[in-house]
C-alpha cells in the first residue's frame, strides 16, 4: 500500500544528543515537510523540500537539520542546539505545488520525541 | 500575514446531531486553499475536506461540508449526523501563494456523547 512510514514511533534523548527521525514515502510525491506539533497546538513547519538535494526552512527551522538526498526519504536531525525538543514530529508529503490547482499533504503516523 | 484562527478550544455534541467548528483566516494573496484535518489519538492527520478560493460552491465530502463565506474570511466546517468515531481534535489550515506551506489552526477538540 501506498504512504509515508514514519520511524520510531517514540524516540527518547539524553539532552545535548542530536537525533535523527526517519521519514519514507511510496506515493512518488515531490514535495516533503516535517512539521512540530506541541501538547494543544496546531502544527508548525519546520522544513519542506520540493526536489532532491533541495530544501527550504519553515517557520521554526532553528535547532534543526534535513537531507533529501532520495526522493522517497526526508530525514529529520534535531539537533543539541534544539532547546526545547520535546514534541510530536510529522512528516508529510504531496504533489508540487501547482497554483490553485488542490493538492493536498498525506501525513506520516508521527514521531514522538522526549527529552530526558 | 498569514493566520488561522480557531476560538473554540473544545466543543461537546450529542451522537447524531450535527455540529459546526468555525475557523476564521487571514491572507492578502488572491488565491489561497483552505483544509480541514481531523486528528484522532493515535496522532496521524486524516485529511477531510477542502475549499479553493475560487470555488464557487461550498465542499461537501460525505458527512462534512464547509461553509465558506469569503467576504467573512470564514470556513466553517460542518459535520453532520455526529458518530462516536468523529471524537478528535480537528485543525483548521490555509495554503496560499505558490508555495504548499500550510499554516494551521490551534485546532478544537470535539467530543462526540452518546
Known amino acids: 500500500d501506498g504512504g509515508i512510514t514514519q520511524s520510531p514511533k517514540y524516540l527518547f534523548r539524553k539532552e545535548g544528543q542530536n537525533v535523527t527521525l526517519s521519514c519514507e514515502q511510496n506515493l512518488n510525491h515531490d514535495a516533503m515537510y516535517w512539521y512540530r506539533q506541541d501538547p494543544g497546538q496546531g502544527l508548525r513547519l519546520i522544513y519542506y523540500?520540493?526536489?532532491?538535494?533541495?530544501?527550504q526552512k519553515g517557520d521554526i527551522a532553528e535547532g534543526y537539520s534535513v537531507s533529501r538526498e532520495k526522493k522517497e526519504s526526508f530525514p529529520l536531525t534535531v539537533t543539541s542546539a534544539q532547546k526545547n525538543p520535546t514534541a510530536f514530529y510529522l512528516c508529510a508529503s504531496s504533489i508540487l505545488p501547482t497554483g490553485e490547482i488542490f493538492n493536498e499533504q498525506f501525513f506520516g503516523p508521527g514521531t514522538r520525541l522526549t527529552v530526558l | 500575514a498569514q493566520k488561522i484562527t480557531q476560538t473554540q478550544p473544545g466543543m461537546f455534541v450529542q451522537e447524531k446531531e450535527a455540529v459546526t467548528l468555525d475557523c476564521t483566516y487571514d491572507?492578502?494573496?488572491?488565491?489561497?486553499?483552505l483544509f480541514w484535518y481531523k486528528q484522532p489519538s493515535s496522532g496521524e492527520m486524516i485529511f477531510l475536506i477542502y475549499?479553493?478560493?475560487?470555488?464557487?460552491q461550498n465542499a461537501t465530502e460525505g458527512r462534512y461540508s464547509l461553509n465558506f463565506q469569503k467576504a467573512r474570511k470564514s470556513a466553517n466546517l460542518v459535520i453532520s449526523a455526529s458518530q462516536l468515531g468523529d471524537s478528535a481534535m480537528y485543525f483548521c489550515a490555509m495554503k496560499s501563494g505558490g508555495y504548499n506551506k500550510l499554516i494551521f489552526g490551534a485546532g478544537t477538540r470535539l467530543a462526540v456523547h452518546p
Open positions: 491572507t492578502s494573496d488572491p488565491s489561497y486553499g
Open positions: 523540500s520540493q526536489i532532491v538535494n533541495d530544501f
Open positions: 475549499q479553493g478560493s475560487y470555488d464557487q
